[in-house]
Nanobody, 123 residues
Framework: QAQLVESGGGLVQAGGSLRLACAASERTFSEHGTGWFRQAPEKEREFVAAISQSGGPFYNLDVTKGRFTIARDDVRNTVYLQMNRLNNEDTAVYYC????????????????WGQGTQVTVSS
C-alpha cells in the first residue's frame, strides 16, 4: 500500500514562495504519475498540477497562472511543487495523490492520498 507524505507548507507573506514536497514510500513510485490538489475553507477540492510517469506536467492554469512548477525526482521518490508569487487565494490545504489512470484533473483518477499540508498566505 502506497503512503504519501506532504511537507513544505507554512505561513508566507503575499508575493513569497514555498516548495512543497510529496514523498512516497513505495518502490513503484516511478511507474505512476502524481498530482497536487488543494482545498480552501468552505470550498471544494480543486486540481492544481500533476506530473506523468514520464515527467510531463499538467497545470490548472486558472490556479497556477504560470507561477507554479511541478517536478519529480524518481531517485528520492518525491514530487515537488514550487509555488511563486503566492497570494491570499492560494491559502489552502495542499494534498498530493498517486495517479492510477484517467484524467489527471479528476480526483477520481487518484487512489492514494497524503494527509495534506497547510499553506497560509498573509497579506
Amino acid at each position: 500500500q502506497a503512503q504519501l507524505v506532504e511537507s513544505g507548507g507554512g505561513l508566507v507573506q503575499a508575493g513569497g514562495s514555498l516548495r512543497l514536497a510529496c514523498a512516497a514510500s513505495e518502490r513503484t513510485f516511478s511507474e505512476h504519475g502524481t498530482g497536487w490538489f488543494r482545498q480552501a475553507p468552505e470550498k471544494e477540492r480543486e486540481f492544481v498540477a500533476a506530473i506523468s510517469q514520464s515527467g510531463g506536467p499538467f497545470y490548472n492554469l486558472d490556479v497556477t497562472k504560470g507561477r507554479f512548477t511541478i517536478a519529480r525526482d524518481d531517485v528520492r521518490n518525491t514530487v515537488y511543487l514550487q509555488m511563486n508569487r503566492l497570494n491570499n487565494e492560494d491559502t489552502a490545504v495542499y494534498y498530493c495523490a498517486r495517479h492510477w489512470g484517467g484524467d489527471f484533473r479528476s480526483s477520481s483518477s487518484y487512489d492514494y492520498w497524503g494527509q495534506g499540508t497547510q499553506v497560509t498566505v498573509s497579506s
